[in-house]
C-alpha cells in the first residue's frame, strides 16, 4: 500500500498568515492526489482533487500543487474558518490512503 | 445531494452489524460509493469502494474478509455488512460519494454514525 506522510503534524497561525502543508507519497502517484479539512465532530469537507483543481465553491485562497510524491495545500491568507486539521489522499490506487493530518490552530 | 447513514450502535467482539447509507439528490447507480472511518481521535482511514454497477468492489487490507460493501441502485443505498468485529474497529463510519469523471475523492459526505465494539 502506498504510504501518505504529511508535514507539520501541526501548526500555529494568525489571521492573514500565509500557510503551506506538505504531502509526501512513498511512490510517484502522478497527480492523483487530493485535499480535506475537517473540523471536530463534523463530516470531512473536500476542497481539491487531481493535486491542483479546486472542488465548486471552495475559496479561491486554496491552492494545491505538485506532482509524483511531493504535494502541497496553501491557504494564501488564513481566515477564521480555516482553523481545522487537513488531510491528504492518494486515489492513485487501491487501497486509498490518506495522510495522517495536519492540525492547524490560532497562534 | 444528501447521505443519511443509520445502523451504528454497540456490538461485542466478533459480532456483526450492517450500516446503510440513503442517498439522495441524484443518479445514484452512476456514482462509486465509498465508506471512510475515523476511530475516536484518530484519522481518517479509506475502507471501501463500490463502483456504480455494484461489480467491483474494493476494501483496506484491514477489513478484508470480514466487511462486505454492497448498493441496491433501485433504493439508493449503500450497505457495509461488518462480521467479525473487533474492538480496533470502533470509530465513526461515514458513508461518500466520489466525484466521478475518472476520479474517485469524496465530494459529498454523510454525517457519520458510529460504532462500538466493546464487550
Known amino acids: 500500500a502506498i504510504q501518505m506522510t504529511q508535514s507539520p503534524s501541526s501548526l500555529s497561525a494568525s489571521v492573514g498568515d500565509r500557510v503551506t502543508i506538505t504531502c509526501r507519497a512513498s511512490?510517484?502517484?502522478?497527480?492523483?492526489l487530493g485535499w480535506y479539512q475537517q473540523k471536530p465532530g463534523k463530516a470531512p469537507k473536500f476542497l481539491i482533487y487531481?493535486?491542483?483543481s479546486l472542488q465548486s465553491g471552495v475559496p479561491s485562497r486554496f491552492s494545491g500543487s505538485g506532482s509524483g510524491t511531493d504535494f502541497t495545500l496553501t491557504i494564501s491568507s488564513l481566515q477564521p474558518d480555516d482553523f481545522a486539521t487537513y488531510y491528504c489522499l492518494q486515489d492513485y490506487n487501491y487501497p486509498f490512503t490518506f495522510g495522517p493530518g495536519t492540525k492547524v490552530d490560532i497562534k | 445531494v444528501h447521505l443519511l447513514e443509520s445502523g451504528g450502535g454497540l456490538v461485542q467482539p466478533g459480532g456483526s452489524l450492517r450500516l446503510s447509507c440513503a442517498a439522495s439528490?441524484?443518479?445514484?447507480?452512476?456514482?462509486?460509493m465509498n465508506w471512510v472511518r475515523q476511530a475516536p481521535g484518530k484519522g481518517l482511514e479509506w475502507v471501501s469502494t463500490i463502483r456504480g454497477s455494484g461489480d467491483n468492489t474494493y476494501y483496506a487490507d484491514s477489513v478484508k474478509g470480514r466487511f462486505t460493501i454492497s448498493r441496491d441502485n433501485s433504493k439508493n443505498t449503500l450497505y457495509v455488512q461488518m462480521n467479525s468485529l473487533r474492538v480496533e474497529d470502533t470509530a465513526v463510519y461515514y458513508c461518500?460519494?466520489?466525484?466521478?469523471?475518472?476520479?474517485?475523492?469524496?465530494?459529498?459526505w454523510g454525517q457519520g454514525t458510529l460504532v462500538t465494539v466493546s464487550s
Open positions: 487531481a493535486a491542483s
Open positions: 461518500a460519494r466520489s466525484i466521478g469523471s475518472g476520479h474517485y475523492h469524496f465530494d459529498y
Open positions: 439528490g441524484f443518479t445514484f447507480s452512476t456514482y462509486a
Open positions: 511512490q510517484d502517484i502522478r497527480n492523483d
